[in-house]
């Protein structure tokens, strides 16, 4: 199956720093990706879908000026968590799609983000 | 709208026992539905998902699920529990294939 991937799976940050996650479509290209919060042992959060080379769509409640993402190419989209602070520690998930409409969304394997 | 209903946060079964986990949607057209398994601290795999293509849908690891337009279900099921089952489950609709709602996932507990 289609492969995604996440770097860093964990990073410690001052509050105040700000933080950027890589996720990469390894083996497909990604039209659209999406990016999740997962706070501990509830379901995903949507957050945002970026379509490559447009800007991002941002669900109501998601700050666009703290969680900023681009999708330069069709396989890498960034999230920068921008001066973070301890509440916005949490799991952080990317999915990547592919062109069909009927393609599934596959999961990175996610970011652990820990904001002292 | 979008949405979805996963009945019991927390499933228990015995090892070698049928697994059900029941998953309920909403959707105001027919729907894509998916089944993704998360083990602790890593994402979602895709276990398996309905297109509009045979009801009855085979996905890895033995599992299964039923898309019944009637009841809008879309049931997780496996004829026999593993210990390496443990995990959460969730549940997930879109309509047009971008959007994904999940539901608030399943923790599925193997009693040895």
Redesign the interface.
Known sequence: ?AV?S?HPSRVICKSGTSVKIECRSLDFQAT?M?WYRQFP????M?MA?SNEGSKATYEQGVEKDKFLINHASLTLSTLTVTSAHPEDSS?Y?C?A?GQ???????????T?LTVL | AQSVTQLGSHVSVSEGALVLLRCNYSSSVPPYLFWYVQYPNQGLQLLLKYTSAATLVKGINGFEAEFKKSETSFHLTKPSAHMSDAAEYFCAVSETGNQFYFGTGTSLTVIP
């Not at chain 1, 042992?41 to 995903?44: E, F």
């Not at chain 1, 069909?100 to 996610?110: H, L, V």
């Open positions: 199956g995604v996440q659209t999406f042992k509830q379901s995903l949507l879908t799991f998930i999915s799609r069909g409409a009927s393609d599934t969304q596959y999961f990175g394997p996610g652990r």
